[in-house]
């Protein structure tokens, strides 16, 4: 009989209900204990959720993040917020965030808050992770309270068991030395700890642990293949069955390596590792079990079953009760349950499966695996017509946008002249001072812009009413900005849910959900929406928005838009065509509207590349192919105006040191990158590389309430020019504002401008 179990679950809620239990804490508004009866009543839900699974997952919930979670059961915290007062949960926020609730600091050592731990990416997701720090020095302690309280909370419920955790290897791996010391040489430090949270499962009569090693997917040294090696012996004297589970990739190199180590089974990514299976069957032995991940656990559309069965019932045979089946990665990627959608339009909710419908899934293919496909015909008969209906549908194959595409040319991509050329030019127009500032986008989304909107697709607010409403907020945000006398203003984005969504609303092509969040990080959700076809641009997007907020002032107006890359990113991206195809198209719709835009008299326009690193592919032998098309489609975007239109682009929360000669391949006139939470470490990439044009090192940590001080924006600046020539350094917070209150931006923004205006008249 097949097996089935899932590596993880969304944690935030179907209707976010930990993201407004979070975001209630952290203001004082409720008590720890009321947000930790929210958690509990989250966790047996989705416990119940998973019932029918011979195996649910325990320990995949965190308050923040699963790897900062990691970090405290290993008592591995940072320095800084050891001796604060409080339990563990204030901590967690203060590493996370920068500091916990209002009340939580009032009894606090340090009331203004703590530097919060540098976030970046989870390996080639938009999910973020709080960075584990070590030095030469650090030390590691147990503290496994977490996981005991979730396990006796999920035996209540009924289901059966199984931990999961970060293994050490990927911990490690995953983690960034502040100092000059190797982090390998933490393994036999950290691995007793791992020793005896094992036993500690043991005792509690556990049976099998998930233990997450995804750094497998990737290209690495031997050293680090040793590592592996090293920590699995040293934990091969355990009491306990270990599912060592990798996902994302292909193991490739490392695939001997994963097969040989001492644990007691090996899960696969089966949707981008299918073809390593037979492989991996050979060489794995005997006594284990193999988990193969055959549902798609980071997208949307719903699996060909019958497809997955033609590939299953052999594997099965072979491998008989040795087979377990699950997602091909932890569910957190994915919406919580399509059943919600009760507005969606019906043909396109057919092709569509969120993390419950995906665990039906499941349950079909092991019903059939196990009883015989007579047994659950009904349901593979209704999965058939599903996935042949959004094959054939018209709504999804446009010759138009294809016959478009067919007529690229690389020319589109090409400026008329260079950097130096444009700049001059650029320059004589905006007439900017020296360390020029401006923001990244977006500002405060208020209760007044919130309830608009909602009146408005409520139906209770016309057009009109709801145009008169948001050019009221993009006055407010022109005349803050105009007070605090920054040199390059944005509109706000009051008009704007959220930066790819608004886009994916008005270009055809695009599905949105109403409920379909994800969590990015801690209790910011997004709600990606649906790229189900081929896309195209009906009509200008921002341009009426732009022109009104250019009007209300004579200072410089960027023009705001969301690149093709992170379109494509942030999407949940159709699987039946190369995802380079629906970037071009995506980048032949955006170039209309930079078009327009400078037609509309707007000679400042940025275009955010802010996931361009996201999407690079894990093993660097991809990486060349991936930012061909990558930057070639920011081009066809951007290159099409004239010299004296200069273009911007924005990244965020990325390493993006390794692709430096790319990001200056894109030819934008300024790039704006975070460097704030990384202390300016992000800018080494300029210690190798001469990077030819302007650049805004993020100064402003804007996902911590921290108010940075004018003397703290001035250093980090210092820090800039050592690499960076002060005649091309702009000044800058390093993301949108729109998470952020009025009330803590506009001192922020105000030290800001002071900060650039001490270094004018240092230079």
Not at 564 to 572: E, G, K, Q, R, Y
Request: aromatic residues 8%; proline residues 5%.
């Amino acid at each position: 009989m097949a097996t089935t179990h899932n590596l993880g679950f969304p944690r935030i809620g179907a209707k976010r209900e930990l993201k407004f239990a979070l975001e209630k804490y952290w203001k004082s508004e409720s008590s720890r204990e009321e947000l930790k009866a929210t958690a509990a009543n989250l966790r047996e839900r989705h416990w119940k959720d998973q019932a029918r699974l011979d195996y649910v997952p325990v320990g995949d919930f965190a308050f923040y993040d699963q790897v900062l979670d990691m970090s405290f059961t290993l008592g591995n915290l940072p320095e800084r917020v050891r001796d604060f007062h409080g339990d563990t949960l204030d901590n967690t926020f203060r590493v996370a965030r920068g500091r916990s609730a209002a009340s939580a600091e009032e009894h606090a050592a340090c009331c203004g808050g703590v530097a919060a731990g540098e976030m970046t990416k989870w390996f080639d997701t938009n999910y973020h992770y709080i960075v584990p720090e070590f030095d030469a020095n650090t030390q590691f302690k147990l503290d496994i309270s977490r996981l005991i309280e979730q396990v006796a909370q999920a035996r209540a419920v009924g289901v059966n068991v199984k931990p999961v955790i970060i293994g050490p290897v990927t911990y490690l791996w995953l983690g960034k030395a502040k100092d000059e010391s190797d982090k390998l040489e933490l393994l036999p430090r950290i691995l007793p700890v791992y020793a005896a949270l094992l036993d500690h499962f043991a005792a509690q009569g556990v049976d099998w642990v998930q233990i997450d090693e995804p750094a497998l997917v990737t290209e690495l040294d031997p050293k680090w293949q040793a590592a592996f090696v090293a920590a699995y012996d040293v934990l091969s004297a355990r009491r306990v069955r270990l599912l060592l589970a990798t996902y994302f990739g292909q193991l490739q190199g490392n695939l001997p390596l994963a097969c040989k180590l001492p644990v007691d089974g090996l899960h696969i990514d089966a949707i981008n590792a299918r073809d390593e299976i037979k492989e991996i069957v050979a060489q794995l032995p005997d006594t284990s079990v193999l988990s193969v991940g055959a549902i798609n656990g980071r997208n949307i559309w719903k699996s060909d079953l019958t497809a997955t069965l033609d590939w299953l019932e052999p594997l099965h045979a072979q491998l008989g009760k040795r087979l377990w089946i699950a997602p091909s990665c932890s569910l957190l990627h994915v919406p919580v349950d399509l059943d919600s959608e009760v507005k969606f339009d019906a043909q396109i909710k057919s092709w569509l499966a969120f993390a419950l419908q995906k665990l039906d899934e499941l349950d079909v293919l092991a019903r059939a695996l196990n009883h015989g496909r007579e047994s659950v015909k009904d349901a593979l008969a209704a999965n058939a017509a599903a996935i042949e209906s959004r094959r054939q549908s018209p709504r999804v194959n446009n010759p138009a946008v294809k016959a478009s595409l067919a007529e690229l040319d690389a020319s589109l991509g090409q400026r008329n002249n260079s950097y130096e050329d444009r700049a001059k030019k650029q320059a004589a127009i905006l007439g900017l001072p020296a360390f020029p500032t401006t923001t990244i986008g977006s500002f405060p989304q208020t209760s007044a812009i919130r309830h608009a909107r909602s009146q408005f697709k409520a139906g209770e607010l016309d057009a009109a009413g709801y145009k008169s409403a948001m050019e009221q907020e993009i006055s407010r945000a022109v005349k803050e900005q105009e007070a605090l006398g920054l040199d390059v203003l944005v509109h706000g984005e009051a008009e704007r849910n959220d930066m790819v969504e608004y886009f994916g609303e008005q270009l055809d092509g695009y599905a949105f959900s109403q409920f379909g969040w994800v969590q990015s990080y801690g209790s910011r959700c997004v709600k990606p929406p649906i790229l189900f076809g081929d896309i195209s641009r009906p009509k200008a997007m921002t341009v009426e928005w732009t022109k009104y907020a250019a009007s209300q002032t004579s200072k410089p107006m960027k023009g705001m838009l969301t690149g093709p890359v992170t379109i494509l990113n942030w999407s949940f991206v159709r699987d039946d065509q190369p995802r380079s195809v629906s970037c071009y198209q995506l980048a032949l719709a955006i170039r209309e509207e930079v078009l327009d835009l400078e037609k509309a008299g707007v000679r400042v326009i940025q275009i955010d590349e802010a996931a361009l690193r996201e999407g690079l592919p894990l093993r660097r032998a991809q990486w060349e192919e991936y930012l061909r098309w990558a930057v070639e489609s920011f081009r066809i975007t951007a290159n099409g105006v004239q010299d004296e239109t200069q273009i911007h682009t924005h990244m965020c929360y990325s390493e993006f040191n390794d692709i430096i000669a790319s990001i200056a391949d894109m030819d934008a006139d300024v790039i704006t990158i975070e460097t704030s939470r990384s202390d300016m470490e992000l800018l080494d990439a300029f210690d190798d590389f001469s990077y030819p044009n302007q650049i805004g090192p993020g100064v402003y940590d804007i996902h911590s309430p921290n108010i940075p001080s004018e003397e703290h924006i001035v250093n980090l600046m210092k820090k800039a020019a050592e690499r960076i020539p002060a005649e091309r350094l702009w000044v800058n917070p390093d993301c949108g504002l729109k998470t952020r209150q009025w009330e803590e931006v506009i001192p922020a923004l105000k030290n800001m401008v002071a900060a650039a205006q001490t270094l004018r008249q240092s230079a």
